[in-house]
């Protein structure tokens, strides 16, 4: 099956700086892959998402990039706020396993303000 | 609105108990998912479904069993709970997937279960 690594596991930023959060993935076959937010106690609920047949997207402050011959994607927060401060999830799923999601083990954010 | 829910939100038990968490969606999703969160581990998949009686294995579904009777509910039992077996559990919907489109999963808010 797929296997999905993300790194660093815990990220500190100053306010207003930008973050990154990085994932690599395993199988070739992948094709969509979504980024989670889960704040303190709450539910992980979508932020953004990316599909195979594009490099890079964007919303507001926050982007995705992917590389599919290196099979990594990557998260970037720009000018970053305290209410960024979360769990953060990659994903990765493909049509050989309908819509399963594989996810990373998460990255720590702190927004330090 | 529609709305995904779980119930208990808490839960403490005993070893040896079975215990039945309650996953219910009003959107008319066709795809379910049961996961259990972990520090260290991330969001892992327990069980599946894709329709109504239809049900398949994820991950880490060994102690976990799930039976899927209308398109609302998907509970999630644990037949023979084990310390190992502490966790957050999230239950997931989503639309059904056609032609590659893939559709975003909606979290429940989740059950912390504790066995002692």
């Known amino acids: 099956g797929e296997n999905v690594e993300q790194h660093p596991s815990t990220l500190s930023v100053q306010e207003g700086d930008s973050a990154v959060i990085k994932c690599t993935y395993s199988?070739?076959?992948?094709?969509?892959f979504p980024w989670y937010k889960q704040e303190l106690g709450k539910r992980p609920q979508l932020i953004i998402d990316i599909r195979s047949n594009v490099g890079e997207k964007k919303d507001q402050r926050i982007a995705v990039t992917l590389n599919k011959t290196a099979k990594h994607f990557s998260l970037h927060i720009t000018e970053t706020q305290p209410e960024d401060s979360a769990v953060y999830f990659c994903a990765a799923s493909s049509l050989n396993t309908g819509n399963q999601f594989y996810f990373g083990t998460g990255t720590s954010l702190t927004v330090i303000p | 609105d529609a709305e995904i829910t779980q119930s208990p939100r808490h839960k403490i038990t005993e070893t040896g108990r079975q215990v039945t968490l309650a996953c219910h969606q009003t959107w008319n999703h066709n795809n379910m998912f049961w996961y259990r969160q972990d520090l260290g581990h991330g969001l892992r998949l327990i069980h599946y479904?894709?329709?109504?009686?239809?049900?398949n294995k994820g991950e880490v579904s060994d102690g976990y069993s799930v039976s899927r009777s209308n398109t609302e509910d998907l509970p999630l039992t644990l037949e023979s709970a084990a310390s190992s077996q502490t966790s957050v559990y999230f239950c997931?919907?989503?639309?059904?997937?056609?032609?590659?489109?893939?559709?975003?999963?909606?979290f429940g808010p989740g059950t912390r279960l504790t066995v002692l």
């Open positions: 479904s894709y329709g109504v009686h239809d049900t």
């Open positions: 997931a919907s989503s639309e059904s997937w056609l032609a590659g489109v893939y559709n975003e999963q909606f």
């Open positions: 199988d070739s076959a992948s094709n969509y």
